[in-house]
């Protein structure tokens, strides 16, 4: 599969990259300069320049979409928002079969259910709430799911909690390494990718319908927020978890900083 990456060479993007390479040709994209040693395609190109996406678009099989820019109001707004609709216009104009956006958990399950639910699902009616990055990453999706409907474009939203990648997370048989900014729904860099290759690869006939959204968390023993949708459709597995952290055996961690 020939697959254009938009905003490729941020934190997330290598993870991505290492994930699908030798089994897919890739064009890198961000509006950042090519990084040293990649050895993919490369264009320098902001997720808001609807004819350069339109462009980059020609040829591809899947458009996976890492851009974001979390602070500034415009800024958020022409690529979270508008890189999402130059996304899926370049879909239309090529016939691109499917593409994956990507984003945080609360452009979904914003404060309303975070703060007071558990079991929380990727199907529930989105309540992103009026934060900055969660409103123009859900209006973004929201543009996502209504070409789809148009215009018959594969699309999965992939969302993420946060993304560790130094940590050890621990498993089964071994504690994890604690840090200050530890949280119980980190996934690991690796699996985040990996993320990506199985919604990149699923086959259609795994999908309920050509617009679905998937929770990518590792698998917490409380279920607050569920992984089991993504395991179950898209066969993707975490291989790193935190248990020792819900683990009654676990030890204190140092200086317990995390132990309450
Ligand atoms: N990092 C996390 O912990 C985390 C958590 C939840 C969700 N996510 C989601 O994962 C995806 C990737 O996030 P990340 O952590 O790699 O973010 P990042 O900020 O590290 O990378 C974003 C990339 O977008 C690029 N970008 C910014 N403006 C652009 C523009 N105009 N055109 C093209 N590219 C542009 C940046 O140069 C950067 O390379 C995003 O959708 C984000 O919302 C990340």
Not at 25 to 48: C, F, N, R, W
Not at 51 to 79: P, T, Y
């Amino acid at each position: 599969m020939k697959v254009l990456i938009l905003g490729g060479n941020g934190m997330l993007g290598p993870w991505v990259i290492k994930a699908l390479d030798e089994r897919h040709e890739m064009l890198v994209t961000d509006i950042t300069e090519k990084p040293d040693g990649l050895k993919h395609d490369y264009l320098q190109l902001s997720a808001d320049d609807l004819d350069g996406v339109v462009r980059a678009a020609e040829g591809v099989d899947c458009i996976v979409n890492l851009s974001v820019l979390r602070q500034d109001r415009k800024l958020a707004f022409d690529v979270s928002t508008r890189g999402n609709y130059n996304m899926m216009v370049a879909a239309r104009t090529h016939g691109v079969g499917r593409v994956i956006n990507t984003g945080p958990h609360y452009q979904l399950a914003g404060p309303q259910y975070e703060e007071w639910d558990h079991d929380l699902n990727p199907d529930m009616p989105p309540a992103p709430g009026t934060r900055l990055y969660a409103h123009s990453k859900a209006l973004g999706q929201e543009i996502v799911r209504v070409f789809s409907e148009r215009h018959g474009i594969t699309a999965l939203t992939l969302l993420y909690y946060n993304m560790k990648h130094t940590w050890n997370l621990g498993g089964p048989e071994k504690e994890p390494d604690y840090h200050d900014d530890m949280t119980p729904y980190s996934t690991a860099w690796p699996d985040c990718g990996t993320a990506i290759q199985c919604a990149v690869e699923v086959p259609e006939e795994r999908l309920a319908s050509n617009c679905e959204t998937f929770f990518v968390f590792p698998d917490i023993p409380h279920r607050k927020f569920r992984n089991d949708k993504i395991t179950r459709v898209l066969g993707w597995r975490p291989r790193y978890h935190v248990e020792a952290l819900w683990n009654k055996k676990m030890r204190t961690p140092p200086s317990g900083r995390h132990g309450a």
